[in-house]
């Protein structure tokens, strides 16, 4: 409880002070980088729900940082640049689109799940590489950022600190759902499915809202996304952002709160890191993903704290 | 309280439930015996819903829950317990039976409040966690109980449900000679709050426990009786107890 306090503390006051840091020492750079990396820790974290605690192992989650981009996208492209409302039909969507994805999925399991996950999220990648209206394969530049009125996402550190803002949010309210009575049936499912079944649980309607839930937050992250690059593209639904996703969860530690965070910064900050190095970056990437994976067993949250079940 | 009409369940050509008439009466302890492979797991099974015969009814309550699957049955009560332990390891044996406790309370589409501190799931949880002697490990881990405690677990989830019938499968299973006296004990105690079936190997336990018999051979049900009827009968003796 108290290692749990000074930690979360630690973060908030790391995290808050990097702007002023790094504009001190002439490095706005990192601003956007660190922001980054907030919105796909959110992205990270709701697909945690699912595949941590709800051991749903989807291999298409970025078809909901897709969906949600987009929405923002193609509002903007018709002239509604209004942000909530934006943000709203980001949330919306993506929550339509992980409900009817889901309500097939997860009558599968195991490697099928995984599977038709994927394919769900290929279709939706290559309807985006279609839509010639919206740039097609090349995607398109947003006509405007999404208009907020009090913060100003042009504003670099503004926008920087509405996605620390959020993140926090989005951890905090993940870990209030999976303590709650629905997150006990959803954790307690994935543990042993028969048991739940004895004592009366039907497993499919917990999972599907919980898919649903995943799919909405990832929508969030995606319209905070189309803003920070200020574009879209169809590359947002690939299969290798999914398996990102996967890798930020597995590589923090599944089925923890801070997991998902740490995860997303290690890896893409190991990524720009490497990519300083040598152009073959990947090379180098891929073995250490795996070392990390067999050697913290419990992910980076196992070295900062305890697990919990 | 349960009957089976003319139950039938295949395994390609293996009949592992082969027409089988099955009567349950109100507040009875009923214990089904028979040799390995007799299918006594299969008939519990098609019983708690988590296998589809292939024919028969079977009506519980007066309601034909035939089509009904093993969640829907629990939620009307019928419980059971397994024969190959099967709890929530990595969650503490309190958890364990404050799940069982939320599936019967329902309302689980709750999102916010946290489970672990709602006393209208955690009290009668460990009421339950006290009844089958595990009052001290609540905060255990279970899957760091001992194999005996696990089996006490077990049967506590199922009584948590608060059932109006016990399916349990050997809940002996894997037991030492202490533990499962012990655990006779405690459901000779049980018995007269509980209507039950018993399926069970250990003779002693189950002739000491049970009010009647149906013994099973090869999927059929060649007897039911009280005790001393089944010790008596001469086929059950060929099949079964006479090989003992």
């Known amino acids: ?309 | 309280m349960l009957e089976v009409r003319r139950l039938v369940k295949n395994f390609g050509a293996l009949r592992a439930t082969d027409g089988i008439d099955f009567e349950v009466r109100e507040g009875e302890t009923h214990a089904i015996i028979g040799p390995n492979g007799a299918g006594k797991t299969t008939f519990i099974s098609q019983l708690a819903g988590n296998l589809r015969p292939d024919s028969g009814r079977i009506v519980f309550g007066g309601e034909d829950v035939t089509p009904l699957s093993a969640p829907k049955r629990a939620r009307k009560g019928l419980a059971r317990s397994f024969q190959i332990t099967s709890i929530y390891p990595e969650f503490s044996a309190l958890d364990n039976v404050a799940l069982a406790v939320q599936a019967h309370a329902g309302h689980s589409f709750r999102f916010w409040k946290p489970a672990r501190g709602e006393a209208a799931l955690r009290e009668p949880a460990r009421r339950v966690l006290d009844e089958v002697g595990l009052g001290e490990r609540a905060g255990v881990l279970a899957a760091n109980l001992a194999h005996g405690e696990q089996r006490q677990l077990e049967v506590a989830m199922a009584l948590a449900t608060r059932p109006r019938l016990l399916l349990l499968d050997e809940p002996m299973a894997g037991m030492g000679i202490e533990e499962s006296q012990r655990m006779v004990g405690f459901l000779a105690g049980l018995k007269s709050r509980h209507t039950m079936i018993l399926v069970e190997h250990d003779m002693d336990a189950v002739f000491k426990l049970a009010d009647r018999i149906s013994v099973l051979v090869y999927g059929r049900l060649i007897a039911t009786g009280e005790p001393e009827a089944i010790r008596a009968n001469p086929e059950v003796r060929a099949a079964y107890l006479g090989t003992d």
């Open chain 1, 1 to 309: 409880m108290k290692r749990g306090f000074i930690f979360w503390a630690a973060v908030i006051v790391i995290l808050a002070a990097l702007p002023p840091a790094v504009n001190a020492i002439g490095q706005p750079f990192y601003i956007d980088l660190v922001r980054r990396i907030m919105i796909l820790a959110i992205a990270a974290a709701s697909l945690n729900l699912i595949l941590g605690y709800g051991g749903l192992v989807s291999f298409g989650h970025a078809a909901y940082l897709g969906v949600g981009a987009y929405s923002v996208g193609i509002l903007a492209f018709y002239g509604i640049t209004n942000g909530y409302l934006q943000w709203l039909v980001a949330i919306g969507a993506s929550a339509i689109v992980a409900l009817a994805i889901g309500a097939v999925s997860i009558r599968t399991s195991g490697i099928y799940f995984i599977m038709i996950t994927l394919a769900f999220t290929q279709m939706l990648y290559y309807l985006g590489i279609s839509l010639d209206v919206f740039g097609g394969d090349d995607g398109m530049r947003l006509k405007a950022r999404s208009q907020l009125g009090f913060v100003n996402l042009g504003d670099a550190v503004q926008f920087y600190y509405l996605c620390l803002a959020l993140m926090l949010v989005v951890l905090y309210l993940i870990h209030r759902i999976v303590e709650s009575r629905f997150g006990m049936v959803l954790r307690a499912t994935k543990s042993n499915e028969a048991r739940s079944r004895a004592i009366g649980f039907s497993p499919y309607p917990y999972r599907l809202v919980a898919f649903t839930i995943a799919g909405a937050i990832c929508g969030l992250a995606g319209a905070l996304y189309a803003n920070h690059t200020n574009y879209i593209t169809p590359g947002l639904m690939s299969w290798m952002q999914s398996g990102d996703l996967m890798f930020m969860v597995i590589l923090g530690g599944i089925a923890s709160t801070a997991g998902p965070m740490l995860g997303a910064f290690a890896l893409v900050l190991v990524e720009e890191f490497l990519k300083g190095y040598t152009e073959y970056w990947p090379v180098i990437l891929g073995p250490l993903l795996v070392l990390s994976v067999i050697f913290f067993k419990r992910g980076l949250a196992g070295i900062v704290g305890k697990p919990h079940a």
